[in-house]
């Protein structure tokens, strides 16, 4: 098949091939003068194919061992050469599992997408074809089936409603969100769970007042429940054994093994407290979950909310929908009056920008006033939308989330393709 077979892609702001006279020593030595070498150029491109993903698998095709390696020049001659930016030849060794490739132009369209806006020169990219050696594709199917049997919730005909919780930057309320809309869907009579995939930050322990650790059936652990609501969070094995178990390396793939390790059921809905902006865990979440659902979180002012776009764009590199935006903090209501403390306008900004960068409706599903109760029950591991008895309270920020849950559940859900 043509399109299997090496080729050269001409990747470098679209200035044709690149066949004409230059000085490619110049250039090398003019970047090796700003500390560029081909070594760094390597990384860095590797780096960026981090963030290619298999169309097929919807793993990244670092992951799936499928980058043979990448070879790093200075290229010899560049028509680009005249003003002094360094060019670099770019071979890219790929490894297609499948023999004959029938998704191979998508993969080298996303590896040339990858590497386009390379800040440091520009990248002459051939992109060499071949196929995995059989042993070795072997090994990532095996361990591609055993993953598979054990995430509960990419199989087909799998119920479970998937909605992953971002932001662009920290303390816009996130968290407390997530609380609020998970307990809103287990108050609504959702069969509900939560993981906390802010690792380093997590707070959903607090915020649900869990103190259990999960009970551990031979390996497999079965979470603790709070207000209906099924938890997992790294914060939960603190002061355990576990918790040293699962420092380090582990961390990493501590998705994964909340997915994988942890009895939950068939849940109608599942909530991810993603860690704030565009990090590794939205790629994980992205990989082992592509029917998750992303929602953004915002405050109103610009400073949130251009970050805010920037990790619901996420979505262009990953396979993931965005349902919508939820803005906090909008307003505090004095008096009968709404004081627009933090400005106004972030969570429609971000809608806008997100529709229009998506090419699919993504809507401002609520806004939700600053209240002291946000804060308090919080503290006291009861979320705000619930009365002490663990139903829906009377109140406008808990309609606000009953709304939004509403929204959530009546969008098209994403097929696992
Ligand atoms: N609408 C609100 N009214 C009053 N306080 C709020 C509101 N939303 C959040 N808060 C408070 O703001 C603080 C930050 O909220 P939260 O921890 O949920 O943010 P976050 O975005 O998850 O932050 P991080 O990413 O750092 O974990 C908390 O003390 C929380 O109780």
Not at 146 to 156: D, G, H, L, S, Y
Not at 160 to 180: E, L, M, P, Q
Not at 344 to 354: A, I, N, T
Not at 361 to 382: F, I, K, M, N, Y
């Amino acid at each position: 098949m043509a399109s299997c077979m090496a080729s050269h892609d001409g990747v470098h702001d679209g200035a044709g091939d690149g066949a004409g006279a230059g000085a490619g020593a110049e250039d090398y030595s003019d970047a090796s003068a700003r500390g560029i070498t081909p070594q760094k150029v390597h990384d860095d491109i590797l780096e960026a194919l981090r963030h290619v993903i298999d169309p097929e698998l919807g793993r990244t095709i670092t992951d799936l061992g499928m980058v043979g390696g990448v070879d790093v020049a200075p290229a010899a001659h560049t028509a680009d050469a005249d003003d002094g930016t360094p060019a670099w030849d770019v071979t890219v060794h790929l490894e297609l599992t499948v023999p004959g490739c029938p998704l191979s132009e998508t993969i080298r369209r996303r590896i040339r997408a990858a590497v386009v806006n390379y800040p440091h020169g520009r990248i002459r990219l051939t992109i060499e074809t071949g196929v995995m050696e059989s042993a070795k594709l072997k090994a990532l199917v095996a361990r591609l089936k055993a993953e598979r049997r054990a995430n509960p919730f990419t199989r087909k005909g799998a119920k479970t409603r998937i909605f992953a919780i971002a932001s662009g930057k920290g303390g816009v309320g996130k968290s407390s969100v997530t609380a609020n809309l998970a307990a809103t869907f287990a108050a609504l009579g959702y069969d509900t769970a939560a993981i906390d995939a802010d690792i380093y930050g997590f707070s959903l322990p607090r915020l649900f007042g869990v103190k259990d650790q999960p009970t551990d059936l031979d390996g497999m652990l079965v979470p603790p429940e709070a207000w209906g609501v099924r938890l997992m969070s790294i914060g939960v094995f603190a002061g355990s054994d576990r918790a040293i178990l699962w420092r380090g390396p582990r961390l990493q793939r501590s998705l994964e093994q909340f997915l994988s390790d942890v009895w939950w059921g068939d849940p109608d809905v599942l909530l991810l407290d993603l860690a704030p902006g565009t990090g590794d865990m939205a790629i994980s979440v992205a990989q082992a979950l592509p029917n998750a659902e992303l929602v953004v979180v915002t405050t109103p002012q610009p400073s949130a909310s251009e970050v805010a776009v920037r990790a619901g764009l996420v979505s262009l590199q990953m396979p993931m929908q965005v349902d919508g935006v939820i803005e906090n903090m909008s307003y505090f209501e004095h008096k009968g009056e709404k004081l627009r403390i933090f400005g106004e306008g972030g969570g429609q900004r971000v809608s806008d920008q997100l529709t229009h960068a998506l090419g699919y409706d993504v809507p401002l599903l609520g806004q939700l006033p600053l209240v002291p109760e946000l804060r308090e029950t919080a503290e006291s591991g009861r979320p705000a939308v619930l009365d002490e008895n663990g139903e829906l309270a009377q109140s406008s920020v808990a309609k606000t989330f009953e709304n939004v849950a509403r929204a959530l559940m009546q969008r098209e859900r994403p097929s696992l393709g």
